[in-house]
């Protein structure tokens, strides 16, 4: 029959010593494990239970995890003895460091434990959903830690690449002619109606109108009707020749504003005539009209292509019907034009505001435009 005994003792050492000297040596460890002994059943210190057997073939009593571990129980020397129990303190004092740091709030991690996966940088992914293209996004965010930026530390690095050009300025003497020239169906004739309303209904400025957008005869009676409304003259003006002499007729006005047809950027040859019209004036400032509507791409090649035009200024329109406006801060760092105004719905004159950089950066970071109308001091 197998003997098989426990042993309890405050080492481990002690407890081998133990059965070396109940067994001999060549008895067998079943298990070890750390116990706390009840001292009059309340719990006392903690104690080393050692099961040993002198029954090498005792398999059945063995748990099934540990390996069969055949002691060789040599008593250890005396220093070696002393060792283990200065080493078996030190953890106990390791342990209780440890605890002590835990109450102290301090995270206790293990130097080799697998680092925590690392959390995707969150001003990166909103920058990205507000489509803004990624390596654009990673570029303005190089200069600050993730960590020390916040949402209006963000908003004022995107306001910086924002530029903005303010109202048309209106120089004494002659009149300032403003062309606005883009893609077809961005808002262009709408968007003029506004600033000759704004600028003759509001500012008693003296407005001219002049239409070269003569492809489409409801364009011409488009602009013909606003200017009915507003009350103001209009030209219209069949090629590029014709231009100059249309300017020089509104010699007295303060402010003539050019409205031209809407052009695909794919079409050279129209982006060409347009290019005559330019070149036909000697003082002209011509503002380039997008819509937030239109994806970044689009942008690119529509500011590329219309780029053979003396480009001065944008005017992006549709702020109303688009969810993020990524594009517009894209589009500012491949194209830094300074932008004039923005366009918030249909309504002639209220939906239009002159750029306001820090407000254009909330919309980027925060979406959905809560843009006001216009108030009448603001163009
Ligand atoms: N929601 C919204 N619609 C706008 C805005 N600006 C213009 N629109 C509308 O967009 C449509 C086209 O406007 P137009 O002013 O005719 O555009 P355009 O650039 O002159 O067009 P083409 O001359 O054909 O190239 C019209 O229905 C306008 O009312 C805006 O800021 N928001
Ligand atoms: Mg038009």
Redesign the pocket.
Known sequence: MADVRKYQAKTITEALAMVRADLGRDAVILQTRKVNKKVLGVWGREMVEVWASDNPDLESLRRPQPARTTVSVEPPSREQSSRIEQLENEIQNLKAMIAQLARQGVAVVPSNAPAEPSTPNRWLSLLTQAEVEEAIARELLSSVPEETLSEPALQSLIADRLVTAGPIALEGGQPKVVMLV??????????IAKLAAQYALLQRKRVGLITI?TY?IA?VE?LRTYSQIIDVPIRVVYSSTELPAAVREFANMDVVFV?T??RSQRNTMQIGELKACCERLKECEVHL?LSCTTKTRDLYDVVERFSVLPLHRVIW?????STTFGNMLNVAVKHPLPISYV????RVPE?VEVAEANKLASLVVGGAPSLTPVAASAV
């Open positions: 883009g893609p077809t169906g961005v808002g262009k004739t709408t968007t957008d489409r364009a488009q409205d047809a809407g009209v329109t549709k702020l109303d019907e366009t918030t719905g249909q939906d």
